[in-house]
């Protein structure tokens, strides 16, 4: 069955270190990509995506991520957190020409930031 | 910017009341969007919507239905809420042919 998978359903990191949140899809051919961000109590907020071509993509609020086709890999990053950072971050997939665009989301990693 | 927005932040309504919730969408999107969220299980969808008065089903669509009777608003009923039924829903929107999806701020449905 297709799926995306968050390894880490809650991850704790000090304020300005490294971050990185895992996430790997199931599927035979190479899906569009996203992350998006739930703030507490708030919706969800588009951070970066990739369709195709350069295999490090930027979004905002400084993350980025990179598709790995070898490890069906799209894993988020940011070199240093800001308290503001902490949330629930979902990945998500859309299959190449899906009929519909449905989204398949992962389950969600919350991110905590510690002083 | 894309704006989508729900009628209610917050909801409290008992088990057998029938319950509406309502998303629009001002960037004239054909498809749109139900989801419900849920602690570790994620985004589910329940319906979505690619045209008006179009509907199809999702992964949970029992005990829901929906209504688009215009193009920029997609409803979503609750025949006879149950405790079950008590989460966090989310509308999002697209435009036809593309592939992101905006979302709302989302509806957080208590059913006591």
């Known amino acids: 069955a297709q799926s995306v998978t968050q390894p880490d359903i809650h991850i704790t990191v000090s304020e300005g270190a490294s971050l990185e949140l895992r996430c790997n899809y199931s599927?035979?051919?190479?899906?569009?990509l996203f992350w998006y961000v739930q703030s507490p109590g708030q919706g969800l907020q588009l951070l970066l995506k990739?369709?195709?071509?350069?295999?490090l993509v930027q979004g905002i609020k400084g993350f980025e991520a990179e598709f790995k086709r070898s490890q069906s890999s799209f894993n988020l990053r940011k070199p240093s957190v800001h308290w503001s950072d902490a949330a629930e971050y979902f990945c998500?997939?859309?299959?190449?020409?899906?009929?519909?665009?449905?989204?398949?989301f992962g389950k969600g990693t919350k991110l905590s930031v510690k002083p | 910017d894309v704006k989508v927005t729900q009628s209610s932040r917050y909801l409290v309504k008992r088990t057998g009341e029938k319950v509406f919730l309502e998303c629009v969408q001002d960037?004239?999107?054909?498809?749109m969007f139900w989801y419900r969220q849920d602690p570790g299980l994620g985004l589910r969808l329940i319906y979505f919507?690619?045209?008006?008065?179009?509907?199809e089903k999702g992964d949970i669509p029992e005990g829901y239905s929906v209504s688009r009777e215009k193009k920029e608003r997609f409803s979503l009923i609750l025949e006879s809420a149950s405790t079950n039924q008590t989460s966090m829903y989310l509308c999002?929107?697209?435009?036809?042919?593309?592939?992101?999806?905006?979302f709302g701020p989302g509806t957080r449905l208590l059913v006591l």
């Open positions: 990739y369709f195709s071509g350069d295999t």
């Open positions: 998500a997939v859309v299959l190449y020409g899906g009929s519909q665009g449905n989204l398949i």
């Open positions: 599927y035979g051919a190479t899906p569009y």
């Open positions: 960037m004239d999107h054909e498809n």
């Open positions: 919507s690619y045209d008006v008065k179009m509907k």
């Open positions: 999002a929107s697209k435009i036809r042919g593309g592939e992101t999806q905006y």
